[in-house]
């Protein structure tokens, strides 16, 4: 499994040639050690000489980014396809033998399909380019002792990188000084809060990503604090430029849509060389000379090639992406728009995609109270209720002291934007504690100008607590005169500190029996997926010296438990896909406990999930880990290797994937997946760049949207396939039927072309824009290894091709020996008939088409407008061919005479009769009894 990774992998990558093969990685080492190695002085940092000569030898610090794909590169991607290739060789046929207005229509049918698919896949990839935000950077470095501002780009390993609240960090580097430093890791790590940093080394050399507190990864950036770090990897060497690195090599994955599209191309090349081997056999045999019989068998091969498949393909697919766009899912590639609806298993990162990703308060634990808050995210409106009842927390002293200290001991700031949600700045838990305080109608700024902060001892990774003096207050957290310290940070650290606790009668003794039992309901509503932090306060006469006069003799107020919540509509959609027979996995770098939460509250998995971390993926072996993947759907602390892992191995047991993410550590995943979707608003660039599909809203319900739309495609494209085989089998056989009965052809090389590229191709779209029928969100996914050609729909097309083929036949003979029709000059009446019949009757026979299953019934006649239009619109094509001057001369045929209209008429309507009694008869049989 890749989640076995070498020392030296694990603590940074390697930067080629300036150090010998590390022994250990950066994160085990020592401070010093770490110096050494990169021959640099923390106190002194690179010369310039000395940082010019490592540049020149290792590159700028920059990721290597992929070039937008040219233009040409994206015409030439729509002559790929088999269909197409089988078009251009029968254009080449036509053209040589002396047919040239044949071969000039094929090729307008095969420019035409090229120039709707480039048209719209390059204005994807333009719109996607103007999703990327590119930006230049700037680092704080020490050079010969002196603080400079230098490009991002101009990093190299050894540099001595200064590093400070609000800034991004633009390489690798190990941790050497930190002042209470905390760190985002979501984007690479998925970690839903910011990290604490220190300088300690780790014992374990193979600690996770995500919980390397002495490390810094490029793409990540400081939320709190400052510190002073050693680059230690920069450019491709880093963490985001491994992930990058593997990106690039993973293969594009063909969706299912194409690889069923070339399963119809192979079919189509093995019917065409047999049909014009067994007409030119049957003919030779018969004496017809050899050449006369080539050409026939030719033309019938042509004839078995529906040339509007490709064009009617690619408008479907293009009308599917401009549906999905006005749902906010952006399409780059059109074969990617019906894969959502081919999907069987849709897994999702948690922290952005899921959830939020906006830290919330959603439980306060006071002295034997359990309060819940509503309201999620950082919208302001929300109640306070213990058990079912409504809490006012300002007529509260123990909900109003641990809201109050909450807000003073806390450095965000919430401000009012009117309607909608405020403006929020800082730590995100910081940011959901502020939130909860005006929930309870105190605005952070205004409380904090009221009882003015003294002084602030800063969090601590040793004290595992932040603290506040703070002004006008006396001992109960009420206004007065009073100076209060204010406390919040780790339950254990906090409720060691405290002596006292705050009560509904006031303020008694806390016995070391009742701390334990405070910390024991800590890890209870941490087991439940919580952020846990512990609050206390304490009156002070002054401003305490230090942190060990200040963290003694503390009152214990209470717990706050924080979650990042989802978002709205997801259970909703994930209920949907269950029902569609889709399955979701979480597979999220973020704790266990958190994802088990989120995935119980989603419906993603039972009320306690099995949940495998990237250790326990680690020791599994490929056979073991496709045995879980039965029972588990929850994967937390995964790295972005161990994700694609998950993914293949899905793939494995034959499941069609999509991979939703927003992080850099998606990115490796996002493109292996069968379809790659990215979140457009808060995704990375690195994401948005891999992904086939963008949420341009960010909204997990979007994707459900999606399935659907992409389930009505893959619906209306099996649909029209059926159409468009049934009319060309129809063809097909009503010459060969003809041919071997000893008969001349019914049909013209030159009409063929007109019912396949003129009369069958408007129906065929209208077929494209079906809306879908009722209960397609109720069916189970189609088996991955399905062709559109299956089994059922071979023979349905036979069916129906058959029905047609009897009706033009029909007419034909009618004309042939009942009316006595012999040719005049280059027309014969009795093709004309069976001309306008086959013509007629697939026009009438898109109706059969429009079900999967079922006939038609009352308004369901009428309810797609297009089809009711490519039937008027047919018909005059139809009735131009025999009438309209000019016209009539190129197609060889003659206006009917009015009996002759009664049988066409007549032998059109027969199919569509026919199929619609079927259909009716075997509805009405249980189901049981169908085939």
């Known amino acids: 499994m890749s989640g076995n990774t070498s020392a030296e992998e694990t603590g940074g990558r390697q930067q080629s040639g300036l150090w010998p093969q590390l022994k250990r990685p950066w994160h085990a080492m020592p401070t010093g050690e770490v110096a050494g190695l990169l021959a640099a002085v923390v106190s002194r ?35 790929k396809s088999l269909v197409v290739l089988l078009l251009v060789v029968a254009a080449v046929i036509c053209f040589f033998l002396g047919d040239n207005l044949e071969a000039l229509s094929v090729v307008v049918v095969i420019l035409l399909n090229a120039g709707i698919g480039f048209a719209t896949e390059y204005r994807a990839s333009r719109a996607m380019e103007a999703l990327q935000k590119l930006g230049a950077q700037d680092a704080l470095v020490l050079r010969s002792g002196t603080r400079l501002a230098v490009p991002a780009t101009d990093l190299v390993p050894g540099d001595v990188v200064i590093l400070q609240e609000g800034q991004s960090v633009c390489a690798d580097a190990r941790v050497v000084e930190s002042a ?68 690039s090599e993973t293969p594009e994955v063909e969706t299912p849509i194409e690889r069923r599209l070339a399963d119809i191309g192979r079919r189509l090349v093995v019917l065409c060389l047999a049909v014009a081997a067994v007409v030119a056999v049957a003919g030779i045999i018969q004496g017809v000379p050899v050449g006369l019989m080539l050409e026939a068998a030719i033309a019938l091969a042509v004839a078995a090639v529906p040339e509007g498949l490709p064009a009617v393909a690619t408008i479907t697919l293009a009308v599917g992406m401009w549906r999905m766009a006005k749902q906010n899912a952006l399409i780059r590639r059109l074969p990617a728009v019906e894969t959502l609806g081919s999907a069987t298993c849709i897994c999702t990162d948690k922290t952005g995609t899921l959830t939020r990703n906006e830290m919330t308060v959603t439980r306060i634990r006071v002295w034997e109270r359990t309060v819940h808050v509503s309201g999620i995210g950082y919208a302001v409106a929300g109640r306070f209720t213990e058990n079912g009842r409504q809490v006012e927390p300002a007529g509260d002293r123990q909900l109003r002291g641990l809201l109050k200290v909450a807000v003073l001991c806390n450095n965000a700031t919430v401000l009012s934007r009117g309607e909608g949600d405020p403006e929020v700045t800082g730590d995100p838990t910081e940011v959901a504690l502020a939130v909860a305080a005006t929930k309870a109608g105190w605005a952070p700024d205004e409380l904090r100008r009221r009882h003015p902060e003294l002084k602030e001892f800063a969090f601590s ?12 207050l006396d001992e109960q957290m009420n206004p007065g005169q009073g100076v209060v310290l204010c406390v919040k940070g780790s339950p254990e650290a906090v409720a060691e500190r405290c002596s006292s606790v705050l009560t509904t009668a006031g303020l008694r003794d806390l016995t070391q029996a009742e701390r334990e039992r405070a910390l024991e309901e800590s890890r209870s509503l941490a087991a439940g997926g919580l952020r846990v932090l512990g609050v206390a306060f304490k009156p002070v006469g002054r401003a305490p010296a230090g942190p060990e006069e200040a963290y003694s003799g ?74 879980r993947l039965e029972e588990v759907q929850v994967f937390a602390r995964v790295s972005p290797e161990q994700k694609v892992d998950v993914l293949e191995a899905l793939q494995r047991r034959g499941e069609i994937c999509a991979m939703l993410g927003d992080g850099v550590n998606d990115a490796i995943a996002l493109k292996r997946a069968d379809i790659g979707v990215a979140m457009g608003i808060k995704g990375t660039d690195v994401a948005k760049e891999t992904a086939d599909m963008l949420l341009l809203d960010d909204r997990f319900v979007t994707v459900g949207a999606a399935v659907h739309q992409g389930r009505i495609i893959y619906a209306n494209i099996k649909k029209f396939v059926h159409y468009l085989f049934s009319c060309n089998l129809s063809e097909v056989a009503t010459m060969l039927f ?29 077929l494209a824009l079906e809306r879908g029928e009722a209960d397609i969100m109720d069916r189970p996914p189609r088996p991955p290894e399905s062709s559109l050609l299956d089994r059922r729909t071979v023979g349905s097309i036979v069916g129906y091709g058959l029905l047609i083929t009897l009706a033009a036949l029909t007419a034909f003979f009618y004309g042939r020996f009942v009316r006595g029709y012999q040719p005049v000059g280059r027309v014969d009446p009795a093709i004309t008939m069976s001309f306008l019949t086959i013509g007629l009757a697939q026009l009438f026979h898109v109706f059969n088409s429009r079900k999967e299953r079922g006939p038609l019934r009352g308004r369901e006649w009428f309810s797609n407008p ?3 239009g490519a039937l008027v619109l047919t018909v005059g094509l139809q009735l131009a061919a025999v009438y309209m001057p000019g016209l009539k001369t190129v197609m060889r045929t003659s206006p009917p005479a009015a009996v002759d209209w009664l049988v066409i008429g007549a032998c059109a309507l027969m199919p569509l009769a026919a199929g619609q009694l079927y259909r009716r008869v075997v509805a009405r049989k249980p189901a049981s009894s169908r085939a």
């Open 866 to 868: 297009y089809v009711l």
């Open 738 to 766: 003809a041919t071997m009965l000893g008969e001349p052809l019914p049909l013209l090389p030159l009409q063929i072309l007109w019912l396949n590229m003129v009369t069958d191709v408007f129906p065929a779209l209208a």
């Open 180 to 247: 209470e430093l905390q760190v985002d890791e979501a984007p690479l790590t998925g970690e839903s809060v910011p990290v604490a940093k220190g300088t300690d080394p780790l014992d374990d050399e193979d600690t996770p990503l995500a919980e390397r507190r002495n490390m810094v990864f490029k793409g990540t950036h400081a939320t709190s604090g400052n510190g002073v770090t050693l680059v230690i990897a920069t450019g491709m060497a880093t963490e985001i430029g491994h992930i990058s690195k593997l990106v």
């Open 45 to 79: 940092g690179l010369s310039a000489r000395e940082a010019g000569r490592r540049l020149s030898r290792y590159g700028p610090n920059q990721l290597r980014r992929s070039r937008a794909v040219p233009w040409w590169r994206v015409l030439a991607a729509q002559f």
């Open 461 to 472: 990774s040793t004290t595992m607590m932040m603290a506040t003096v703070n002004d006008g």
């Open 554 to 627: 503390l009152t214990w107020l209470g717990l706050a438990g924080l979650v990042d919540p989802p978002r709205e509509g997801v259970r909703q959609t994930v209920d949907m896909l269950t029902r569609a027979g889709v399955k979701t996995v979480m597979i999220t770098g973020d704790h266990p406990a958190t994802a088990a939460r989120i995935a119980a509250e989603l419906h993603i998995a039972p009320t306690e999930p099995q949940v495998l971390t990237g250790r326990d993926l680690a020791a599994l072996s490929r056979d073991e880990l496709a045995a």
